[in-house]
C-alpha cells in the first residue's frame, strides 16, 4: 500500500443544483470527471488520505467579509453556502491539526467576486476563499495568510477584498489582462495605502508553458514567501492555464501543476476554475492531490499531451525575466504616495457584472493608519440597487479608527432613507454586523 508523506483531507461539491446554464462551461460536470478519475486512480486507497463532507457556511460568515446588496440571502443560493463550507472545512482541518494538508474540490467558485457584491461577475457571487480566512480568523485569531492563485484569470475580487490588509500577502499569477478577462492583474497594482507591497500580480503572456510558471513560482513567488513569512499558505488553484482550456490561451500541463503544487507547498488549495472538463481537470487535479500528498506524480499524463505541440516560444522568456524585475520591486521596494495618518485616500471603481449584467459605481475611502488596516468606507450604485453606505472596522483596530468607522455610521444614518436606500457596517473588532 502506498502511504501518504503528508495526510491530506480532501472535500468535494459539485454542486448538483447550481448552473449558470447547462450547457455552461462552469457546471457540475467540472468535478465528476475529476471524482471518478481519482476513484479509478486508487487515490483513496493511499494511507492517509481521507475524504471529508463540506461544512455549511452560515450568513454571518459571509456578512463578515461582504457587503452584500441589498442584502446576503438575495446574491447567494445554498449551493454557495456549501462551496464556501468546503474551503472552511479544508481550513479547520489544516487549523485543528487533523490532517496536514486539504484540498477543496468545490464549486461555484469565488476569486471575482469582490468587496461589494450586487450579483455574479466572472461566474463568482461570493469569495470562497476570504470566507474561508476570515473564519479562521475569527475562530483562531490574528493569522498571517498568504494566498498564491493560479488560475489563468487575474483574481480582481480577492485582491480587492485584501487591497487594504497587510496581514494578507495575495499573489496572482494570470494570463496577462491585455489578452483576457478581467484586464487587470499589472505589476503596478499593489496594494493599498496602508497595505504597500502586500498585493502582487504576475502577468504571464499568451502561450507560457510550464518552464515559464515555474520560473515564476521559484524566482518570484518563493522568494516573497520567505520573506513575508505566513502562518497559512492558500492556494486559489485554477486550472485554467491548462493547454487544452477552451476559454483560456496558455500550455501549462499536468506535469506542470503537479510540480508547481509541490514547489508551492500550500498547506490549503481551493478549487477555482478549468473549463476542460474531459482533457484537463481529472489529470490536473490528480497531479495536485498526489503532489500535496507527497506521492510520485510523475507517471501522471493527459491523453492528448505532446511536448512539442506545448513548447514555449523563444520570446516568452525574455519577457517574463522582465516581468520579473517589477515583481521583486513591487513587493520589496513599494513605491507610491500614502498621505499623512487620519487623512483618506481615495478611489473611484466602475464594476460591471457580466454574467448578470449590472453596472456599478463606487467611492471608496480608506483612512491612513500607522496602527492598523484603516476604517474602509465605500458608497456604491448600481443597475441593481440604489446608492448604499458600507463602511468597514478591520480586525485589531485601533480606536481612533474604530471611532471613525462608527461616526460614520451615525451620520450615514442621519441620512438613511434620503441620501442611503442601505447602510452596512462589518466591524471586525467588535464581531458585530449591522444591516439597516
Avoid at 269 to 290: F, M, R, T
Wanted: proline residues 6%; contains cysteine; charged residues 25%.
Amino acid at each position: 500500500m502506498i502511504t501518504a508523506q503528508n495526510k491530506l483531507g480532501l472535500i468535494f461539491f459539485p454542486a448538483f443544483d447550481w448552473a449558470i446554464s447547462p450547457t455552461h462551461p462552469e457546471r457540475e460536470e467540472r468535478l465528476l470527471y475529476t471524482q471518478d478519475q481519482l476513484r479509478e486512480e486508487g487515490v483513496f486507497d493511499i494511507a492517509g488520505v481521507t475524504e471529508y463532507k463540506p461544512l455549511v457556511a452560515s450568513e454571518e460568515d459571509v456578512a463578515r467579509v461582504h457587503f452584500c446588496l441589498p442584502d446576503v440571502a438575495s446574491v447567494i443560493t445554498e449551493s454557495h453556502l456549501i462551496s464556501a463550507g468546503g474551503a472552511i472545512k479544508a481550513g479547520e482541518l489544516v487549523m485543528d491539526k487533523t490532517e496536514q494538508k486539504a484540498f477543496a474540490l468545490v464549486r461555484p467558485p469565488g476569486h471575482h467576486a469582490m468587496k461589494v457584491v450586487h450579483g455574479n461577475r466572472g461566474f463568482c457571487n461570493i469569495n470562497i476563499e476570504a470566507v474561508m480566512v476570515e473564519r479562521l480568523r475569527e475562530r483562531y485569531g490574528p493569522l498571517r495568510v498568504a494566498i498564491v492563485d493560479t488560475d489563468c484569470h487575474h483574481g480582481d475580487g480577492t485582491q480587492d477584498i485584501y487591497w487594504h490588509d497587510p496581514n494578507t500577502l495575495y499573489i496572482s499569477i494570470h494570463q496577462d489582462g491585455r489578452t483576457l478577462y478581467p484586464g487587470s492583474g499589472f505589476t503596478f497594482e499593489d496594494g493599498g495605502p496602508n497595505a504597500r507591497g502586500r498585493t502582487i500580480n504576475i502577468p504571464l503572456p499568451p502561450e507560457t508553458s510550464d518552464e515559464g510558471f515555474l520560473y515564476a513560482i521559484e524566482r518570484m513567488v518563493l522568494p516573497i514567501l520567505t520573506d513575508f513569512k505566513p502562518d497559512l499558505v492558500v492556494n486559489s488553484a485554477g486550472q485554467d492555464n491548462h493547454y487544452s482550456d477552451p476559454i483560456t490561451n496558455m500550455n501549462f500541463s499536468a506535469q506542470g501543476y503537479a510540480r508547481l503544487s509541490e514547489l508551492l507547498n500550500a498547506d490549503i488549495a481551493v478549487l477555482e476554475g478549468g473549463y476542460s472538463i474531459q482533457g484537463a481537470l481529472p489529470y490536473v487535479n490528480l497531479g495536485i492531490v498526489l503532489a500535496m500528498a507527497g506521492v510520485d506524480y510523475t507517471a501522471v499524463r493527459e491523453p492528448t499531451y505532446d511536448a512539442a505541440c506545448i513548447e514555449q516560444p523563444r520570446n516568452i522568456m525574455p519577457f517574463i525575466k522582465k516581468v520579473a524585475d517589477e515583481v521583486l520591486a513591487a513587493y520589496f521596494n513599494p513605491s507610491g504616495e500614502r498621505g499623512m495618518p487620519g487623512n483618506y485616500d481615495v478611489r473611484r471603481k466602475g464594476v460591471f457584472y457580466d454574467t448578470d449584467m449590472i453596472r456599478e459605481e463606487q467611492v471608496e475611502s480608506i483612512m491612513i493608519c500607522d496602527e492598523c488596516a484603516g476604517t474602509l468606507k465605500i458608497e456604491t450604485s448600481s443597475s441593481a440597487n440604489p446608492l448604499s453606505l458600507c463602511v468597514e472596522i478591520p480586525i485589531g483596530a485601533c480606536d481612533r479608527c474604530r471611532d471613525e468607522g462608527l461616526r460614520i455610521v451615525h451620520e450615514g444614518k442621519k441620512k438613511k432613507g434620503k441620501d442611503y436606500a442601505h447602510i452596512v457596517l462589518i466591524n471586525r473588532r467588535d464581531r458585530e454586523y449591522v444591516r439597516t
